[in-house]
């Protein structure tokens, strides 16, 4: 089956931890985003990439890093530069960043700080 | 004020009842409107894409945008127990804008009941 893994279900990061999170996709999709959603407010774009080795920051980046190095994978950490770190973070890929092309998300990750 | 309202509900209605959902937006570069329905505790899936002003049905639901008033709405008709989620609406920029970016909506949470 084709689609988007994200890992853990469930984080737990300690004060000054960094963590990571994992995203999977088997859609050979190019692009690819990470989300974050709280309670009360729409998703909110942290860093997305559109090839493999480039990545751009999105509205709320600080705090936060990514890589691709690969196609498939795109890792986001949560470093402790990041003080209000819980949320439901979501992992997304599209063909391409032309808005027509349509996101595909993952099942989530929340984090929860000890 | 916001780029994207959306009244957060929650909103409870009968079981083949007919529901309305709404957003409201203020940038009129938007010029692809989607709705996204996310069950609890996962992650959104694409449920209608329009592009510009006017009607866009599919089975049970239909989306209608009037630029002219920067309204969007989602119509579920005969809506089932199964319908019971959170309803996302985004939207963006064209590509040649260099808005690449969906703006998401906070979400409104529907209850279906039997």
């Known amino acids: 089956d084709g689609g988007i893994t994200q890992s853990p279900k469930y984080l737990f990061r300690k004060e000054g931890q960094n963590v990571t999170l994992s995203c999977e996709q088997n859609l050979n999709h190019d692009a690819m985003y990470w989300y974050r959603q709280d309670p009360g407010q729409g998703l909110r774009l942290i860093y997305y990439?559109?090839?493999?080795?480039?990545?751009q920051k999105g509205d709320i980046a600080e705090g936060y890093s990514v890589s691709r190095e690969k196609k498939e994978s795109f890792p986001l950490t949560v470093t402790s530069a990041q003080k209000n770190p819980t949320a439901f973070y979501l992992c997304?890929?599209?063909?391409?960043?032309?808005?027509?092309?349509?996101?595909?998300f993952g099942p989530g990750t929340r984090l929860l700080v000890l | 004020q916001k780029e994207v309202e959306q009244d957060p509900g929650p909103l409870s209605v009968p079981e083949g009842a007919i529901v309305s959902l709404n957003c409201t937006y203020s940038?009129?570069?938007?010029?692809?409107f989607m709705w996204y329905r996310q069950y609890s505790r996962k992650g959104p899936e694409l449920l209608m894409y329009t592009y510009s002003s006017g009607n866009k049905e599919d089975g049970r639901f239909t989306a209608q945008v009037d630029k002219s008033s920067k309204y969007i709405s989602l119509f579920i008709r005969d809506s089932q127990p199964s319908d019971s989620a959170t309803y996302l609406c985004a939207m963006s920029g064209d590509s040649g804008a260099g808005s690449y970016q969906l703006t998401f909506g906070k979400g409104t949470k529907l209850s279906v009941i039997p």
């Open positions: 990439s559109q090839i493999v080795n480039d990545f």
């Open positions: 997304a890929s599209s063909w391409g960043l032309d808005p027509q092309e349509t996101q595909y």
């Open positions: 940038n009129s570069a938007f010029q692809y």
